[in-house]
T-cell receptor, first 115, second 116 residues
Framework: KAGVTQTPRYLIKTRGQQVTLSCSPI?????VSWYQQTPGQGLQFLFE???????NKGNFPGRFSGRQFSNSRSEMNVSTLELGDSALYLC??????????????FGPGTRLTVL | AQSVTQLGSHVSVSEGALVLLRCNYS??????LFWYVQYPNQGLQLLLK??????LVKGINGFEAEFKKSETSFHLTKPSAHMSDAAEYFC??????????????FGKGTLLTVNP
């Protein structure tokens, strides 16, 4: 069974631009969660999508948004990029999502650098 | 709000020695508890999890953790370290936050170094 894939793996943008990251979950998984990992703040939960609906949300500004398609693939968008948005963005998929005890499987991440 | 504290951002052990990585959490209700490992330039991999039932949880690669409710702890151990265990380890807690909003909260991570 193929694992969670994220594209692109590396991305360089400049301040003020917007960016879209993609995550393809494991086949059959309905939940996709997004996380931001930085040296200073560590791993922080952004949001979870389940069956095309945002079900849970962390404490990030509205510049961070996402969506999920009918095939469970998910995209995360960050608008008006700031230097502080430079991070490794991880997505994770599971069948039942955060409200369940199902194991979340993580992708390798997208490394975003904002100049 | 739930929080996770990992004592020691960096732990160094000799090959063959006991590995002990500490995790304490704050939660108003019994949470789900997890340990993840992250190798360089890779995503996170689940080592083990506690949901309900037996408080001693066995995971992959010889790791285990014990949920101690009275101490609000979930320390990770391995009897004998191997060079391949060198990685960063994250403790995480999942519970409802503010009604039905669930989220996964991670500790800051502990970098494990294994010396030959």
């Amino acid at each position: 069974k193929a694992g969670v894939t994220q594209t692109p793996r590396y991305l360089i943008k400049t301040r003020g631009q917007q960016v879209t990251l993609s995550c393809s979950p494991i086949s059959g998984h309905r939940s996709v969660s997004w996380y931001q990992q930085t040296p200073g703040q560590g791993l922080q939960f952004l949001f979870e999508y389940f069956s095309e609906t945002q079900r849970n949300k962390g404490n990030f500004p509205g510049r961070f948004s996402g969506r999920q398609f009918s095939n469970s693939r998910s995209e995360m968008n960050v608008s008006t990029l700031e230097l502080g948005d430079s991070a490794l963005y991880l997505c994770a998929s599971s069948w039942g999502g955060l409200v369940s005890t199902d194991t979340q499987y993580f992708g390798p991440g997208t490394r975003l650098t904002v100049l | 709000a739930q929080s996770v504290t990992q004592l020691g951002s960096h732990v160094s052990v000799s090959e063959g020695a006991l590995v002990l990585l500490r995790c304490n959490y704050s939660s108003s209700v019994p949470p789900y508890l997890f340990w993840y490992v992250q190798y360089p330039n890779q995503g996170l991999q689940l080592l083990l999890k506690y949901t309900t039932g037996a408080t001693l949880v066995k995971g992959i690669n010889g790791f285990e953790a014990e949920f101690k409710k009275s101490e609000t702890s979930f320390h990770l151990t391995k009897p004998s370290a191997h060079m391949s265990d060198a990685a960063e380890y994250f403790c995480a807690v999942s519970e409802a936050s503010g009604g039905s909003n669930y989220k996964l909260t991670f500790g800051k991570g502990t970098l494990l170094t294994v010396n030959p």
